[in-house]
């Protein structure tokens, strides 16, 4: 993915109110994540589900500035990014309406496997979850 459009996912994750399906919708509505902020707010409002409150986000640049950040870090840390629209992209959880737009990989991992457990958590993990996700994984 291209450094502006994975800025641009990442943009629309910092956004309130702005899901993983209300982010498909504008994506495929105005056809990539970085069309999304260039795109008139008249026509983002005849979406079905976008409303004032979402627009509102798409125009703030603090949101950017959030993304950029973000980008930082995925960067500095090697970090690889594996968007829904990617070939590498699990296809069975490409089919949940719901999946995410974008999963976070570090190290060698085959996403085309048929079989494949993940353990979702946040950034800074306690004791205890670190201990859980060592024996889980024995």
Same mark, same amino acid.
């Given at each position: 993915?291209?450094?502006?459009?994975?800025?641009? #996912?990442?943009?629309?994750?910092?956004?309130?109110?702005?899901?993983?399906?209300? %982010?498909?919708?504008?994506? %495929?509505?105005?056809?990539?994540?970085?069309? #999304?902020?260039?795109?008139? *707010?008249?026509?983002?409002?005849?979406?079905?589900?976008?409303?004032?409150?979402?627009?509102?986000?798409?125009?703030?640049?603090?949101?950017? *500035?959030?993304? /950029?950040? /973000?980008?930082?870090?995925? *960067?500095?840390?090697?970090?690889?990014? #594996?968007?829904?629209?990617?070939?590498?992209?699990?296809?069975?959880?490409?089919?949940?309406?719901?999946?995410?737009?974008?999963?976070?990989?570090?190290?060698?991992?085959?996403?085309?496997?048929? *079989?494949?457990?993940?353990? #979702?958590?946040?950034?800074?993990?306690?004791?205890?979850?670190?201990?859980?996700?060592?024996?889980?994984?024995?």
């Amino acid at each position: 993915m291209m450094m502006e459009e994975l800025i641009s #996912v990442l943009r629309l994750q910092c956004i309130p109110n702005i899901g993983d399906i209300s %982010a498909r919708k504008l994506i %495929a509505h105005c056809g990539s994540a970085t069309a #999304v902020f260039k795109e008139k *707010k008249a026509t983002l409002l005849k979406i079905g589900g976008i409303g004032t409150k979402i627009i509102e986000g798409i125009y703030d640049s603090g949101y950017l *500035k959030a993304a /950029e950040r /973000e980008y930082s870090f995925i *960067k500095e840390h090697s970090i690889t990014c #594996v968007d829904f629209q990617d070939k590498n992209y699990p296809k069975y959880l490409k089919h949940c309406p719901d999946a995410p737009l974008i999963l976070f990989q570090r190290g060698a991992i085959n996403l085309r496997d048929r *079989k494949i457990i993940s353990i #979702v958590g946040t950034r800074n993990i306690t004791p205890h979850g670190r201990q859980f996700c060592e024996q889980f994984i024995e």
